[in-house]
């Protein structure tokens, strides 16, 4: 079965950096777009960024460009979220989704705290 498991976030100080990882299993991982989305507390969750099942196309929310960098290895089946000049609005659950044969998968999460 499909399976999004994410690891990396923590606390960090405003200004800091963190890189999440999204390890995949149970499809074809490298015929698949790959997204991460993020959910503060209290708040909907939010799209951050998507990237194209070769890598070549990404997009990002206004809120993180140019701060945040979305990657993908497709040998490992792994995408990656490396997060820059990080602020404490960037506080929040983040999660990597993926629809395979149209039904949604999302991870557990990955808690990141921005604080000092």
């Known amino acids: 079965q499909v399976q999004l498991v994410e690891s990396g976030g923590g606390l960090v100080q405003p200004g800091g950096s963190l890189r999440l990882s999204c390890a995949a299993s149970?499809?074809?991982?490298?015929?698949?777009?790959m997204k991460w989305y993020r959910q503060a507390p209290g708040k909907e969750r939010e799209f951050v960024a998507v990237?194209?099942?070769?890598?070549?196309?990404?997009h990002y929310a206004d809120s993180v460009k140019d701060r945040f960098t979305i990657s993908r290895d497709n040998a490992k089946s792994t995408v990656h979220l490396q997060m820059n000049s990080l602020k404490p609005e960037d506080t929040a659950v983040y999660s990597c989704?993926?629809?395979?044969?149209?039904?949604?998968?999302w991870g557990q999460g990955t808690q990141v705290t921005v604080s000092s």
């Open positions: 990237i194209s099942s070769v890598g070549n196309i990404k």
């Open positions: 149970g499809f074809a991982f490298s015929n698949y777009d």
């Open positions: 989704n993926a629809i395979v044969g149209r039904a949604p998968y």
